[in-house]
T-cell receptor
Framework: AQSVTQLDSHVSVSEGTPVLLRCNYSSSYSPSLFWYVQHPNKGLQLLLKYTSAATLVKGINGFEAEFKKSETSFHLTKPSAHMSDAAEYFCVVSDLSANAGKSTFGDGTTLTVKP | NAGVMQNPRHLVRRRGQEARLRCSPMKGHSHVYWYRQLPEEGLKFMVYLQKENIIDESGMPKERFSAEFPKEGPSILRIQQVVRGDSAAYFC????????????FGPGTRLTVL
């Protein structure tokens, strides 16, 4: 079985300050982990993914995430927030257990960026 | 290489009507996934299909909902006798292989049931 918990439903930061969006996961197998971003009334865009290679994953738009197996975490960070980063962010886990390719989404974190 | 295409982008139906949502995967992708996003919620898995086969439909409601991915043409998510609670955004994703491969999402179809 697999599950994912996004620890904060809302995060608010000021422009130019760091961003931290937290994600914990549960998986019976070695999981693949993803972060997607969704802007209002838009589809989902892949930010980055982890698939058992380097534990620090760099994505688009300056985002990165670190896979920590001991903490079962995959937190998303960015050193300096931009106004255009305001969106909904989803952490996703997928493994090759009986789920046969089904991905499980977290409930999302809404990021607000204040000027 | 065109991305995942979904149409229509917006669909309005009255209660009791049928809704048909279409998804054309990326070129070369033979795996399709449907997700539903209710207002203020995350995406919930509905069904996973390969060409002419339903692999996992554990997220599909037991009644009124069906999905297919024929040998030719797009994948179809069909909702019969729609109710107000079906109002949501429905997203399709595709991948070239199964399992943990990255899924690429379409722009979604926003269904409104009056």
């Amino acid at each position: 079985a697999q599950s994912v918990t996004q620890l904060d439903s809302h995060v608010s930061v000021s422009e130019g300050t760091p961003v931290l969006l937290r994600c914990n996961y549960s998986s019976s197998y070695s999981p693949s982990l993803f972060w997607y971003v969704q802007h209002p009334n838009k589809g989902l865009q892949l930010l980055l993914k982890y698939t058992s290679a380097a534990t620090l994953v760099k994505g688009i738009n300056g985002f990165e995430a670190e896979f920590k197996k001991s903490e079962t975490s995959f937190h998303l960070t960015k050193p300096s927030a931009h106004m255009s980063d305001a969106a909904e962010y989803f952490c996703v886990v997928s493994d090759l257990s009986a789920n046969a390719g089904k991905s499980t989404f977290g409930d999302g974190t809404t990021l607000t960026v204040k000027p | 290489n065109a991305g995942v295409m979904q149409n229509p982008r917006h669909l309005v139906r009255r209660r009791g009507q049928e809704a048909r949502l279409r998804c054309s995967p990326m070129k070369g992708h033979s795996h399709v996934y449907w997700y539903r996003q209710l207002p203020e919620e995350g995406l919930k898995f509905m069904v996973y299909l390969q060409k002419e086969n339903i692999i996992d439909e554990s997220g599909m409601p037991k009644e009124r909902f069906s999905a297919e991915f024929p040998k030719e043409g797009p994948s179809i998510l069909r909702i019969q006798q729609v109710v107000r609670g079906d109002s949501a955004a429905y997203f399709c994703a595709s991948s070239p292989t199964r399992g943990t491969d990255t899924q690429y999402f379409g722009p979604g179809t926003r269904l409104t049931v009056l």
